[in-house]
């Protein structure tokens, strides 16, 4: 039996929590993404994760599914304390690309694990964490901003690209945590995980 609801489509999110051991089922929710006039990075990405958390357990209570804790996540690159988040498009990937193009920029993410005080109650208890990391791009060019869009990789991809994939070769050096840059860091979300007597491999 699942141990915790995963609410998110991510396909590297769920491959991490495979990688821990973690026992969970995936909760389909939508949620739309919105940044708010003069919403710095950290206040988006930590409210649109609980708010995606919410929704969640607002469904699970709906769907009088079986009661689990859920995680949600978000991952948002950053630059300038401008908000870099899926493309639009390729012209709109292109140019994010270029503008990270030989810069240091960074990447946050927001781990949030939500749970029902019971069944029977709108009470909610949010345990969450955020991770910086910073990522430095080597120089690009058009040309190659446009191949790597061409792989179909960018698409879904904070910022335009995949660190985890054929966007490696445009990173350069990274400080702080890998798997906060592919989309969960590992290190925290053990830890909440843990305090939250949620099992994985080693625990």
Same mark, same amino acid.
């Given at each position: 039996?699942?141990? %915790?609801?995963?609410?998110?489509?991510?396909?590297?999110?769920?491959?991490?929590? @495979?990688?821990?051991?973690?026992?969970?089922? %995936?909760?389909? $929710?939508?949620?739309?993404e919105?940044?708010?006039?003069?919403?710095?990075?950290? *206040?988006?990405?930590?409210?649109?994760? @609980?708010?995606?958390?919410?929704?969640? +357990?607002?469904?699970? !209570?709906?769907?009088?599914?079986?009661?689990?804790?859920?995680?949600?996540? *978000?991952?948002?690159?950053? =630059?300038d304390? !401008?908000?870099?988040?899926?493309?639009?498009?390729?012209d709109? $990937? #292109?140019?994010?690309?270029?503008? +990270?193009?030989?810069?240091?920029?960074?990447?946050?993410?927001?781990?949030?694990?939500?749970? =029902?005080?019971?069944?029977?109650?709108?009470?909610?208890?949010?345990?969450?964490?955020?991770?910086?990391?910073?990522?430095?791009?080597?120089?690009?060019?058009?040309?190659? $901003?446009?191949?790597?869009w *061409?792989?179909?990789?960018?698409? *879904? /991809?904070?910022?335009?690209?995949?660190? !985890?994939?054929?966007?490696?070769?445009?990173?350069?050096?990274?400080?702080?945590?890998?798997?906060n840059?592919?989309?969960?860091? #590992?290190?925290?979300t $053990?830890?909440? +995980?843990?305090?939250? /007597?949620?099992?994985f491999?080693?625990?």
């Open positions: 039996m699942a141990s %915790i609801y995963l609410a998110s489509q991510s396909p590297r999110r769920k491959e991490i929590l @495979k990688s821990l051991g973690v026992n969970f089922k %995936i909760l389909t $929710c939508n949620h739309k919105e940044v708010f006039p003069n919403e710095n990075v950290l *206040d988006f990405v930590e409210r649109n994760t @609980k708010e995606k958390a919410l929704n969640a +357990l607002a469904l699970i !209570q709906a769907k009088k599914e079986i009661i689990l804790p859920v995680l949600t996540a *978000d991952t948002v690159v950053s =630059l304390n !401008q908000i870099f988040g899926k493309p639009r498009d390729k709109h $990937c #292109i140019s994010m690309l270029l503008e +990270l193009s030989g810069r240091w920029h960074k990447v946050y993410s927001c781990i949030v694990i939500g749970e =029902l005080v019971n069944k029977n109650s709108e009470e909610v208890n949010l345990n969450y964490e955020i991770v910086e990391s910073e990522v430095l791009f080597r120089q690009l060019n058009a040309e190659e $901003c446009q191949k790597y *061409d792989t179909g990789e960018p698409n *879904d /991809k904070a910022g335009g690209y995949a660190i !985890q994939g054929y966007g490696a070769v445009f990173v350069e050096r990274i400080i702080g945590s890998y798997s840059i592919v989309g969960l860091p #590992i290190f925290e $053990c830890r909440i +995980l843990e305090s939250k /007597k949620i099992s491999w080693l625990k």
